[in-house]
């Protein structure tokens, strides 16, 4: 049974950094999409961003286009979100998200099976 376990979360001022991780672990397949997704208090949850594995192709949300960028190491099964000169509304749970069925990729929650717990981030202003 697949598991995802993020890490890297915590709390930054405005225009600063953190990278997140979502390590891989117990897939017997490559996945085809990985997702990064954020829910803020009160907010429903949203798509960040994500990488289509097969052909290396990542997408952003328009709010994080520029600022956030994804990225993998197949040596360890690990995906990666690196997020720089972060704003307040940044500030949510970010989960990572896998989805193993062909098809296409995208930052709706529903095409995705597989999920992390989540991990705070926090951006003060």
């Known amino acids: 049974q697949g598991q995802l376990l993020e890490s890297g979360g915590g709390s930054v001022q405005a225009g600063g950094s953190l990278r997140l991780s979502c390590a891989a672990s117990g897939f017997t397949y490559r996945q085809n999409c990985m997702g990064w997704f954020r829910q803020a208090p009160g907010k429903e949850r949203e798509g960040v961003a994500y990488?289509?594995?097969?052909?290396?192709?990542?997408y952003y949300r328009h709010s994080v286009k520029g600022r956030f960028t994804i990225s993998r190491d197949d040596a360890n099964h690990t995906f990666f979100l690196q997020m720089n000169n972060l704003e307040p509304e940044d500030t949510g749970i970010y989960y990572c998200?896998?989805?193993?069925?062909?098809?296409?990729?995208?930052?709706?929650?529903?095409?995705?099976?597989?999920w992390g717990q989540g991990t705070q981030v926090t951006i003060s202003s």
């Open positions: 998200a896998a989805r193993p069925t062909r098809g296409g990729c995208g930052l709706e929650a529903a095409l995705y099976d597989y």
């Open positions: 990488i289509y594995i097969g052909a290396n192709i990542t």
